[in-house]
C-alpha cells in the first residue's frame, strides 16, 4: 500500500488531540452535508474519514444505517462511545480512505466532512468513494478550499513541518471544482457549492489554545518543536488570527465546497 509509513504516522497525530472542540467549531459542515444527502431510515450510509463520528450518528438518528471509518483508532474509540451513549446502532472500524474493506456498490449513501482531503493519495480515494457506492447512491464531501481560514492556519505550520514525501497530494486541491470535477467527474453527476461556515473566537490566543490542546496536526507538531520554534508558531498563529478580528471578536471565514454527486 502506497504511503504506509505516513499513514501510520497521520493515523496516531489525528487521533492525538480530544478532537470535539474541533467539532463544535464546524458542525455547521456537518449538518450542511447530512441535509444534502436527506439521511433517511433504511439507507445503507458509509461515512469516511469519520473522526469522532460528528456526520455517521447524525445520519443514524435519522434512521440510516451507518458504518463510519476512520484512519485513528483512538477517534474511532470516541465515536463508539458516542454511539452507545446516545442509544444508537452506528458501527466504527479503523479503515483506510484509500482502501477500503467493502464490496463493490455496497452502500446507497458515501459521505466525508473536510474528511478524506487528508489522504495523501487522491486518485485512490476518488475510486474508492466510487466503487463502494451503488450505481443511482449519493456521494456527499465537504472539503476546504484553497482560499479558506484553514489553509491559511496550514500555511502558518507549513515551514515548521517536516517537507511532504514525494507523490503526496495537496489537500487543498479538493476545494478546487475543476480539481474534484477531475477526480470524480466520471463516475458521478456532480453539484459543486461554494459555501462558508465562520470561526468565532474571543483572541486568536484562544484559537491557538483550542488547536494546540484538541486539533491533532497543531499538536502533534507543537510537541515536535523546541522552545525557541514552539514560541515563533504560537506567534504567527495569534498574529494570523488577529487580522481577522472584526471589533471585539475574531471572525475567520472558512471556506468550503459542500460536493454531491450521483453515481453513474
Ligand atoms: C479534519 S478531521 C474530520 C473528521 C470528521 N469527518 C469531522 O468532520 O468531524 C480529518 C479526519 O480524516 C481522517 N483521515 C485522514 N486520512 C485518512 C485516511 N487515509 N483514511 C481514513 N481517514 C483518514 C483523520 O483521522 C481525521 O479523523
Redesign the pocket.
Known amino acids: 500500500m502506497a504511503?504506509e509509513e505516513l499513514?501510520n504516522r497521520?493515523?496516531v497525530?489525528?487521533?492525538s488531540g480530544p478532537?470535539e472542540p474541533?467539532?463544535e467549531i464546524?458542525s455547521e459542515?456537518?449538518e450542511a452535508l447530512v441535509d444534502a444527502l436527506d439521511a433517511k431510515p433504511g439507507q445503507r450510509w458509509l461515512?469516511?474519514?469519520?473522526?469522532?463520528?460528528?456526520?455517521a450518528l447524525r445520519a443514524a438518528r435519522a434512521g440510516a444505517e451507518v458504518i463510519g471509518?476512520?484512519?485513528?483508532p483512538a477517534?474511532v474509540a470516541r465515536a463508539k462511545e458516542k454511539a452507545t451513549a446516545a442509544g444508537l446502532r452506528a458501527r466504527f472500524e479503523t479503515?483506510?480512505?484509500?482502501a477500503l474493506k467493502f464490496e463493490d456498490a455496497g452502500f446507497d449513501v458515501v459521505s466525508?466532512?473536510?474528511?478524506?482531503?487528508?489522504?495523501?493519495?487522491h486518485p485512490a480515494?476518488a475510486g474508492e468513494l466510487a466503487r463502494v457506492c451503488r450505481p443511482g447512491g449519493r456521494l456527499g464531501l465537504?472539503c476546504w478550499t484553497p482560499t479558506s481560514g484553514v489553509a491559511d492556519m496550514f500555511a502558518v505550520m507549513k515551514p515548521f513541518m517536516p517537507a511532504p514525501a514525494p507523490g503526496v497530494g495537496n489537500t487543498f486541491d479538493w476545494g478546487r471544482p475543476e480539481y474534484v470535477q477531475r477526480m470524480l467527474g466520471t463516475d458521478f453527476d456532480l453539484t459543486i457549492e461554494e459555501r462558508d461556515t465562520v470561526l468565532h473566537a474571543d483572541s486568536g490566543e484562544q484559537v491557538w489554545e483550542t488547536f494546540a490542546t484538541a486539533?491533532?496536526p497543531t499538536k502533534t507538531l507543537v510537541g515536535s518543536l523546541d522552545d525557541e520554534e514552539r514560541g515563533r508558531l504560537h506567534r504567527e498563529w495569534v498574529a494570523m488570527f488577529e487580522r481577522c478580528r472584526v471589533g471585539a471578536r475574531i471572525e475567520q471565514s472558512r471556506t468550503y465546497l459542500l460536493i454531491t454527486g450521483t453515481r453513474h
Open positions: 504511503f499513514k497521520q493515523s497525530m489525528w487521533g478532537y474541533i467539532v464546524t459542515i456537518h461515512d469516511v474519514a469519520t473522526g469522532t463520528g460528528a456526520v471509518v476512520d484512519l485513528a477517534l479503515g483506510d480512505a484509500e466525508s466532512a473536510i474528511g478524506t482531503q487528508f489522504a495523501p493519495d480515494v465537504a486539533y491533532g
